[in-house]
Nanobody, 115 residues
Framework: QVHLVESGGGLVQPGGSLRLSCAAS????????VGWYRQAPGKQREMVALITNEGSTTYADSVKGRFTISRVAVTGAWYLQMNSLKPEDTAVYYCNLRQIGINYWGEGTLVTVSS
């Protein structure tokens, strides 16, 4: 089993920044990728950013140039630095680990961008 725990969500004003963290524990091996997804009220969950085990990154068009995903190999944790936040970034953010074709999810952390 794999257990993921997110942290770092909260309330921020438009234009502000937040950093989300994800810590993984359990039977971790053969990782394909780690990343972040989000789900806004009334919308489907969408990919925000992914980083493969080889270090390649992918971003949603809506966050390119504002968000940065990173991973610390030694600790296994990964992060999402979010800058220039907009009200439309408001959502529950989920960290994701894909391992041997299986997706694991955290419980989510709420990010609210509002003045």
């Amino acid at each position: 089993q794999v257990h993921l725990v997110e942290s770092g969500g909260g309330l921020v004003q438009p234009g502000g920044s937040l950093r989300l963290s994800c810590a993984a524990s359990g039977s971790i091996f053969g990782i394909n990728s780690v990343g972040w997804y989000r789900q806004a009220p009334g919308k489907q969950r969408e990919m925000v950013a992914l980083i493969t085990n080889e270090g390649s990154t992918t971003y949603a068009d809506s966050v390119k140039g504002r968000f940065t995903i990173s991973r610390v190999a030694v600790t296994g944790a990964w992060y999402l630095q979010m800058n220039s936040l907009k009200p439309e970034d408001t959502a529950v953010y989920y960290c994701n680990l894909r391992q041997i074709g299986i997706n694991y999810w955290g419980e989510g952390t709420l990010v609210t961008v509002s003045s």
